[in-house]
């Protein structure tokens, strides 16, 4: 499947980040931590120059006081760059979607955007290079793929 065609970059300075939910269900921490271990050997062979984790909650609400810090503006704007990547490379982020929830401190309804359990970026610099899970009509693409097919979906190394 050909969800991106990626531009050769075998010396690329790449580093990746990692978003997993907090209080995902014991699955999800099982793949979590398969793909953490292989990022990890990436970045000790010299393959990534950086890998960072971060661990978020299953919603983000744009207009609660916690989105108005600085790790609500980072994953906001993060959750935004991956929605312009995936519309200028005609896809859909999987696992994101927008909904009305309660929240847990006011007991107000707000708008919320749901994350995936797991979901991976490859940056080139400032370049978002690709971003997953994505999909197209007809196929997706997870996390675990770009990770087994490293070579190929973020390197451009058939």
Do not use: H, K
């Amino acid at each position: 499947m050909a969800v991106t065609t990626p531009t050769a970059r075998p010396d690329a300075d790449l580093r990746a980040e990692l978003f997993v939910r907090s209080l995902a269900p014991e699955i999800a921490r099982s793949q979590q931590e398969a793909v953490i271990e292989r990022l990890r050997d990436l970045e000790t062979e010299g393959t990534l120059e950086a890998l960072d984790v971060y661990v978020a909650g299953d919603c983000l609400c744009p207009s609660t006081v916690a989105a108005e810090t600085d790790t609500g503006q980072f994953l906001l704007g993060r959750v935004e760059q991956f929605e312009q990547w995936a519309t200028e490379n005609d896809l859909q982020l999987v696992g994101f979607t927008e909904q009305c929830v309660d929240s847990s401190l006011t007991g107000e309804m707000v708008t919320g955007i749901t994350v995936p359990r797991v979901c991976l970026a490859f940056f080139e610099a400032t370049e978002l290079v690709i971003v997953a899970p994505v999909a197209t009509d007809d196929d997706q693409i997870t996390v675990v793929e770009v990770v087994d097919r490293f070579d190929e979906l973020v390197l451009g190394i058939a």
